[in-house]
């Protein structure tokens, strides 16, 4: 039965369903319009149907969910109503996990087996270096804002460079689907087709539904070989026929990327594979690009590569960061290792600081996340608020797993203080700035750094926020419950505060592990570089480097004792004995 069906009730706009019917299709903003939802007897429904459930951790579905009994709280009623949900895409940009609604995934099958099985179409994927410059691009709601985002990409120069590359590597393709970034994108794009000659078309937002019907229909028989689009066709649409996909649209969005690409995954007569051509942009803001959905890194260019190809390209370098994890892991060496024979390489670090600059990682988890999160190992970030509590990030297995600890204060007076209910502008400033002393490590009464430092404060158990397989959806977890937890305006990368010159207490605690020829002047930093440092200094860096320097020695000692002991077999030389 099709929506339309006249035996089929369903909700939307101004069509109201009875809520009597054994099937009702309804979307979750017309059930939950005026008075609707409570049509619905839940006792009279077995089974609540979920297409595109990764949406399900929002506000709105939970609240149809509560209605039906099918929320988790302990507090609500449990009904009989079994929930089922489907979706190509099991992760939420805001990280939130799906398990607030959903119990298990009971069946999976992943792109690559769905293509190899004969379920979707067969791929080829190519990359394309744009140039685009998204440094200044900022973030919303986990994705790139629109605006600044065409300003950066909406050139004559990338434009042509697009139509260019589609000539050069699918003119000869009958369908190809265009994404862009907003209206003024749809219309340069659309031009500069033209412009070679090409038949090409536009659906937007704007376009009236009759007009979008009849261009979707001519697309769909092969009346033109070029349709544009800005968020048109990403959910839900099904145009078989397509064989290319241009993705003209940079996003930091995983689940965007999935679908863009899967709607030209369907099954068609006479239709071989779909050609997706990606204008990868800069990689300095945390995009993400057709390779990072096989697991491979963004800055990954791949040249007409089938899925297949990109699954075994990724299962390599999975083996060769296996084998760098090894020996890194490997801190302090077992006796085999001391025992061996060859040459040993060590990378020197002079002191600590050495150490804690090498973290090539901070600069892109920063451009994804907006908040100043600080890497204190090679797979392990942390994120830290001014009552002393944390976020950790840190790979394992394979995956990507975000905990929270939590500081148990010593006294009431201690806990973290709320945001001010008044709004008076002194209490404001005042509620702030204790905040922010806090979380810097300065205060008007501070006691000296070597006290701070030995001073201990307990935490309770670390608790699993998510496990996933995806660096992207494990950060916007984490920063979602940071928005829960802590104060963001102080925990932004960009707050103005980490300009402002480093207190004499951070200079005087990052001094302690600095040689006296190489001590921090007043004003040589920042507060917010020395907050970093001190961050990492508390997780660790100091173990580690002592860890580094106590395997160097004993290495280094045991080659020693070989040296000595070895045993040259010729003629001595007198000057031996003397």
């Given at each position: 039965?099709?929506?339309?069906?006249?035996?089929?009730?369903?909700?939307?706009?101004?069509?109201?369903?009875?809520?009597?019917?054994?099937?009702?299709?309804?979307?979750?903003?017309?059930?939950?319009?005026?008075?609707?939802?409570?049509?619905?007897?839940?006792?009279?429904?077995?089974?609540?149907?979920?297409?595109?459930?990764?949406?399900?951790?929002?506000?709105?579905?939970?609240?149809?969910?509560?209605?039906?009994?099918?929320?988790?709280?302990?507090?609500?009623?449990?009904?009989?109503?079994?929930?089922?949900?489907?979706?190509?895409?099991?992760?939420?940009?805001?990280?939130?996990?799906?398990?607030?609604?959903?119990?298990?995934?009971?069946?999976?099958?992943?792109?690559?087996?769905?293509?190899?099985?004969?379920?979707?179409?067969?791929?080829?994927?190519?990359?394309?270096?744009?140039?685009?410059?998204?440094?200044?691009?900022?973030?919303?709601?986990?994705?790139?804002?629109?605006?600044?985002?065409?300003?950066?990409?909406?050139?004559?120069?990338?434009?042509?460079?697009?139509?260019?590359?589609?000539?050069?590597?699918?003119?000869?393709?009958?369908?190809?689907?265009?994404?862009?970034?907003?209206?003024?994108?749809?219309?340069?794009l659309n031009s500069a087709f033209?412009?070679?000659?090409?038949?090409?078309?536009?659906?937007?937002?704007?376009?009236?539904?009759?007009?979008?019907?009849?261009?979707?229909?001519?697309?769909?028989?092969?009346?033109?070989?070029?349709?544009?689009?800005?968020?048109?066709?990403?959910?839900?649409?099904?145009?078989?026929?397509?064989?290319?996909?241009i993705l003209a649209r940079p996003?930091?969005?995983?689940?965007?990327?999935?679908?863009?690409?899967?709607?030209?995954?369907?099954?068609?007569?006479?239709?071989?594979?779909?050609?997706?051509?990606?204008?990868?942009?800069?990689?300095?803001?945390?995009?993400?690009?057709?390779?990072?959905?096989?697991?491979?890194?963004?800055?990954?260019?791949?040249?007409?590569?089938?899925?297949?190809?990109?699954?075994?390209?990724?299962?390599?370098?999975?083996?060769?960061?296996?084998?760098?994890?090894?020996?890194?892991?490997?801190?302090?060496?077992?006796?085999?290792?001391?025992?061996?024979?060859?040459?040993?390489?060590?990378?020197?670090?002079?002191?600590?600081?050495?150490?804690?600059?090498?973290?090539?990682?901070?600069?892109?988890?920063?451009?994804?996340?907006?908040?100043?999160?600080?890497?204190?190992?090679?797979?392990?970030?942390?994120?830290?608020?001014?009552?002393?509590?944390?976020?950790?990030?840190?790979?394992?297995?394979?995956?990507?797993?975000?905990?929270?600890?939590?500081?148990?204060?010593?006294?009431?007076?201690?806990?973290?203080?709320?945001?001010?209910?008044?709004?008076?502008?002194?209490?404001?400033?005042?509620?702030?700035?204790?905040?922010?002393?806090?979380?810097?490590?300065?205060?008007?009464?501070?006691?000296?750094?070597?006290?701070?430092?030995?001073?201990?404060?307990?935490?309770?158990?670390?608790?699993?926020?998510?496990?996933?397989?995806?660096?992207?959806?494990?950060?916007?977890?984490?920063?979602?419950?940071?928005?829960?937890?802590?104060?963001?305006?102080?925990?932004?990368?960009?707050?103005?505060?980490?300009?402002?010159?480093?207190?004499?207490?951070?200079?005087?605690?990052?001094?302690?592990?600095?040689?006296?020829?190489?001590q921090l002047q007043p004003g040589?930093?920042?507060?917010?570089?020395?907050?970093?440092?001190?961050?990492?200094?508390?997780?660790?860096?100091?173990?580690?480097?002592?860890?580094?320097?106590?395997?160097?020695?004993?290495?280094?000692?045991?080659?020693?004792?070989?040296?000595?002991?070895?045993?040259?077999?010729?003629?001595?030389?007198?000057?031996?004995?003397?």
């Open positions: 039965m099709t929506l339309t069906d006249p035996s089929l009730p369903y909700n939307r706009g101004r069509i109201h369903a009875s809520g009597l019917a054994d099937i009702t299709v309804a979307s979750v903003q017309s059930i939950l319009s005026g008075s609707r939802l409570m049509r619905y007897n839940p006792d009279r429904f077995k089974l609540v149907l979920v297409d595109e459930v990764h949406h399900v951790a929002a506000q709105s579905y939970l609240t149809v969910l509560e209605h039906f009994g099918l929320s988790t709280s302990e507090a609500a009623r449990r009904g009989t109503t079994a929930l089922v949900g489907v979706s190509a895409t099991f992760s939420r940009a805001d990280g939130l996990s799906l398990g607030v609604a959903i119990d298990s995934i009971v069946y999976h099958k992943d792109l690559v087996d769905m293509i190899e099985e004969k379920w979707l179409s067969d791929v080829r994927f190519t990359t394309v270096q744009s140039g685009a410059d998204l440094s200044k691009v900022k973030t919303s709601q986990g994705d790139y804002q629109t605006g600044l985002l065409s300003r950066a990409v909406n050139t004559p120069e990338i434009n042509e460079l697009t139509v260019r590359s589609w000539l050069a590597l699918a003119k000869d393709r009958k369908s190809t689907l265009v994404f862009c970034v907003d209206l003024a994108h749809v219309g340069a033209r412009s070679h000659g090409y038949d090409a078309h536009f659906v937007t937002s704007n376009t009236p539904l009759k007009q979008r019907a009849e261009r979707l229909s001519a697309f769909k028989a092969g009346e033109f070989p070029v349709l544009i689009n800005c968020g048109i066709f990403t959910e839900g649409t099904d145009i078989p026929n397509i064989d290319c996909i996003t930091k969005s995983s689940n965007l990327l999935i679908q863009m690409v899967g709607r030209g995954l369907r099954i068609s007569p006479g239709k071989d594979d779909c050609h997706i051509i990606d204008m990868v942009a800069s990689l300095a803001k945390g995009v993400v690009t057709t390779p990072t959905l096989f697991g491979l890194d963004p800055s990954e260019l791949v040249d007409d590569a089938t899925a297949p190809a990109l699954k075994d390209l990724k299962s390599r370098k999975e083996k060769e960061l296996e084998l760098a994890a090894a020996a890194e892991a490997s801190s302090v060496p077992s006796p085999e290792a001391i025992m061996f024979g060859g040459n040993i390489t060590f990378t020197h670090f002079d002191d600590v600081y050495s150490l804690m600059e090498n973290t090539p990682g901070e600069g892109h988890i920063r451009g994804i996340s907006r908040l100043a999160w600080v890497q204190v190992d090679s797979q392990r970030y942390i994120l830290s608020d001014r009552s002393g509590s944390y976020l950790t990030l840190q790979q394992d297995k394979g995956n990507f797993v975000v905990t929270f600890t939590q500081a148990i204060p010593k006294s009431r007076s201690m806990s973290s203080p709320e945001p001010p209910t008044t709004t008076s502008p002194e209490a404001k400033r005042g509620f702030w700035s204790n905040a922010l002393r806090k979380l810097t490590g300065s205060s008007d009464q501070a006691a000296p750094a070597a006290k701070k430092a030995k001073s201990y404060s307990p935490y309770m158990r670390p608790v699993t926020v998510t496990t996933t397989a995806s660096f992207e959806h494990a950060i916007n977890a984490a920063d979602t419950l940071a928005k829960k937890r802590f104060i963001v305006p102080i925990l932004l990368a960009s707050a103005a505060w980490r300009r402002t010159p480093a207190t004499p207490e951070q200079l005087s605690f990052l001094n302690k592990f600095r040689s006296e020829d190489k040589s930093m920042n507060k917010g570089s020395a907050t970093d440092w001190i961050t990492k200094f508390k997780h660790g860096a100091q173990g580690r480097f002592k860890k580094m320097q106590t395997a160097k020695a004993k290495v280094e000692k045991e080659r020693e004792r070989g040296e000595r002991a070895e045993v040259t077999v010729g003629p001595l030389s007198r000057e031996t004995f003397r």
